[in-house]
């Protein structure tokens, strides 16, 4: 029930992360309803409805509260923040990507529903999530929805996610990337659509420039952190899975942060990030900064 890095205010992460993801998994269910063609409907609803922490979804509605705006102003963001997160995914799976066979502990879309379905399902959740956020978007100006229509085209384009998968499909096997390219990995690949979900609610919030850019900066933030976490995870399970020496890597042809610069200075460098990105919050009512705190924190101290 506390936040490490600010423990002024009391404020029940679970109960608010459960919460908002009920509603965000019910918003989701009735945006991709069962309709013929069958066969895309329920391959994409197979992949959307599996789970998964909804982490974007719940920053959309976070940062859209952080000004006063309504959580049904942010839902339509929040779920195309989520569907395009999961096409994402679907297509990272693919036999051409990753080639995996689970995901969300469930069988991959393609495993399934075959290729061809799942690179189809992927690309009709992709328009689907613009074409939701341009009718279902209610209660803000035309301007607001350009703006984070064009906040989301962005994050996700080729100067964003789809340049960090590119660089990172064609870094495939070099164990030594340099911190400068890591970087732009996760900051593409994985921040990106993080930073995207923060904004796009803080917009519609009605947060004004100087205030989103507070929080584009709080999402940046965590954005890296989310993969300096993930790195150092990996080694801790990598040690005890091997039942040996703490430093050990599993996936040995993987750049990582402990990898380049070691566990301690990837501590000190996630320990900065938490305090950079709550640091964007000073100034903000407390209690409406809370969940974004909160999950800056979740997202440092998580194990697993
Ligand atoms: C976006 C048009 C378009 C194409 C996609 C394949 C591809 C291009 C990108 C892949 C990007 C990728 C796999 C990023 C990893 C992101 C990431 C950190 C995933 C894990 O996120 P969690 O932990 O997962 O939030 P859950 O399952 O909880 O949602």
Known sequence: ISSAHNTKITFDFKSYMLEKSNKVNKALDAAVSLQDPIKIQESMRYSLLAGGKRIRPILSIAACELFGGHESTAMPVACAAEMIHTMSLMHDDLPCMDNDDLRRGKPTNHKVYGENVAVLAGDAMLALAFHHIATETKGVSSDQVVRVIVELAKAIGAEGLIAGQIVDECSEGNSNLGLKNLEFI??????????GSVVMGAILGGGNDEQVEKVRNYARCIGLLFQVVDDLLDVTKSSKELGKTAGKDLVADKT????????????????????EAIDQLVGFDLNKAAPLTAIANYIAYRNN
């Open 256 to 275: 990582t942060y402990p990898k380049l610069i070691g566990i301690e200075k990837s501590k000190e460098f996630a320990d900065k990030l938490t305090k």
């Open 186 to 195: 996760h900051r593409s690949k994985t921040a990106a659509l993080l930073e």
